[in-house]
């Protein structure tokens, strides 16, 4: 066993790295009183903005909250398609149904784990209006070729950003762009354990066009942009003060944070690249890699993967090494989606992955001694 408890993320280490700043912004609010839209709310909207390089960021109660505003914000309407990736996080399709709209699953890239681009026009029928291009596990999306499809059929393209804050991406002419600053709008989560977190729940929208800024602070406080005034039919989402003061501490650190999980994973592409039973995280030739997770995808292929799978992550926890499957199910296989979304294509990438990934513990407090003894474990444990 190693001497200590192994984390995937380890929040507390990362707190005393920080706590005199942190306890000092958290005081000054506690100090002030206002707990709701206090002044560290637009000042770190506004920080956000000048880290990202967009003119517009409207914070919102969490990542969920973002997704469904920006879809609120575009005004479709029921039966309108919206194209998600089969192999994600539940969110996105979620805040899709919950409208009215139809959430259309198109397949990832097994190597990279995002929307492949390839497999989009075949999935846009008369209906479709937006994709919604999630930058899964730190890397983001080919948006090149997504804005290239999206603008030939004129849709709108949204850019989940809640596990890849601080990714670049380099368009074929050279100019590079953060990612969820390509599409319409972008989202983002500050959820504890994301690449920029706060200590509870929180989110935020990012775009480039003033009017749909306007449109989305108007949506994420009831519809509202003089008080009792209510033009749009909105939701109640907002940042507590205390989240974005802490917030506002943690961006300062963000590139910093970013470069300490690139260096675990280097040496984790280091040590594993040359075994055979395994494969490890790809990195795109047009993004660079936050690595909110390091997932690793097991070999060889067979029916009893899953099972091999767990057999595997039960050896590690009995060696105090914690591992996590992100994610277990495609949306094709969830009870709440199968009868109700479009599947117009082949999309057995992302059934395969489910059965096959592994995320890694990765975060900006682990050791190097710690992740020697989470190799060699990993390596004899296959
Ligand atoms: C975490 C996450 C969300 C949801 O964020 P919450 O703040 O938990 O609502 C949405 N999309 C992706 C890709 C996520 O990882």
Known sequence: MFDKQIQMVDLRGQYHRLKEEIDAAMQTVIENGVFINGSQVNTFAGHLASYLDIPYVVPCGNGTDALQIALMA????QGDEVIVPAFTYVAAAEVIALLGLVPVLVDVDPKTFNLDPRK???AISSNTRAIIAVHLFGQ???????LKVAGKYHLYVLEDNAQSIGAEYTFSDGKVKKTGTMGIIGTTSFFPSKPL???????????????LAKRIRMIANHGQERKYHHKLIGCNSRLDTLQAAILDVKLKHIDEFTKARQVVAGRYDEALAACDRLVIPEKSSFSTHVYHQYTIQLKPDGPDMAARRELLQNRLKEKGIPTMVYYPMPLQEQDAYKWMARMPGNIDKSAHLSKCVLSLPIHTEMTEDEQIYIIGTLLESL
Do not use: P, Q
């Open 140 to 146: 983001s999306c080919d948006m090149e070729a997504i």
């Open 74 to 77: 575009l005004d479709l309407k």
């Open 197 to 211: 977190a706060c200590y509870g729940d929180g989110g935020a929208l990012m775009t480039s066009d003033e009017s």
């Open 120 to 122: 989009i026009e075949e």
